[in-house]
Each structure stands twice: as structure tokens, then as C-alpha cells.
């Protein structure tokens, strides 16, 4: 089970980036997968999740209205699309999967199994 972040960078406020997790060992048919992300000095947290099962999602509320999370099955990867990117999204983005989970908000809220390394995203003028 393998996943790989990327699409980070550097972002002015208000800016847009489209985060990628491709997957490998297993398949989007069942699983929840998720983003989460570290910010200097602070934990890790959860900022969205998705049902492979049944496509239900979960967003923390910071992420509400501003981030979608959505997976293209065919190419094994989940995305993340950020919009309004403010200083305080930046951080250490990294997607995780718990493979004997299915509910959005239940791997949202755990420490999942499988994380894939991270990819920087800094929000600054």
C-alpha cells in the first residue's frame, strides 16, 4: 500500500492549488482516504475525507466552502482542490487511508494506518 502527495507550493492569499494522492496496492472502490496537515509547532489534523464506498465526504470546518475533495477511480487518485488559500492553510499537506474503514467522518476523525509523505503548501504575499 503506497501513497504519493503532491501539488504543493507556494500560494498568494486568495490563490488556488489541486492537491494529488496516487494510490498503489489497493483500489477506490472501498476505503476511506483523506487529507490531512501539519503546520509548524502545531498537531496534525484532519482536513477532508472520502467514502471510496459510497462517496460521502467530510470537511473539517475550516474547509468547508473553501476545499473539495474528489477521486478519479480510473487513474487511483484522490485530489483535494484548495480555493481562498489563506496564511493559516499552510502546512505540511499528506493523505492517509485506514483500508478497513469506509466512513468519511470515522477515518477523519482517527490516526489512519497508511500515510503517504507530504507536500509543502505555504499561503504568503
Known amino acids: 500500500v503506497q501513497l504519493q502527495a503532491s501539488g504543493g507550493g507556494l500560494v498568494r492569499p486568495g490563490g488556488s492549488l489541486r492537491l494529488s494522492c496516487v494510490v498503489s496496492g489497493f483500489t477506490l472502490d472501498r476505503p476511506a482516504i483523506g487529507w490531512f496537515r501539519q503546520a509548524p509547532g502545531k498537531e496534525r489534523e484532519a482536513v477532508s475525507c472520502?467514502?471510496?464506498?459510497?462517496?460521502?465526504?467530510h470537511y473539517s470546518n475550516f474547509a468547508k466552502n473553501r476545499f473539495t475533495i474528489s477521486s478519479d477511480k480510473a487513474k487511483n487518485t484522490v485530489y483535494l482542490e484548495m480555493n481562498n488559500l489563506r496564511p493559516e492553510d499552510t502546512a505540511v499537506y499528506y493523505c492517509?487511508?485506514?483500508?478497513?474503514?469506509?466512513?468519511?467522518?470515522?477515518?477523519?476523525?482517527?490516526?489512519?494506518?497508511?500515510w503517504g509523505q507530504g507536500t509543502q503548501v505555504t499561503v504568503s504575499s
Open positions: 492517509a487511508t485506514d483500508l478497513g474503514l469506509t466512513s468519511s467522518y470515522g477515518l477523519c476523525h482517527s490516526r489512519p494506518p497508511k
Open positions: 472520502l467514502s471510496t464506498w459510497n462517496d460521502i465526504t
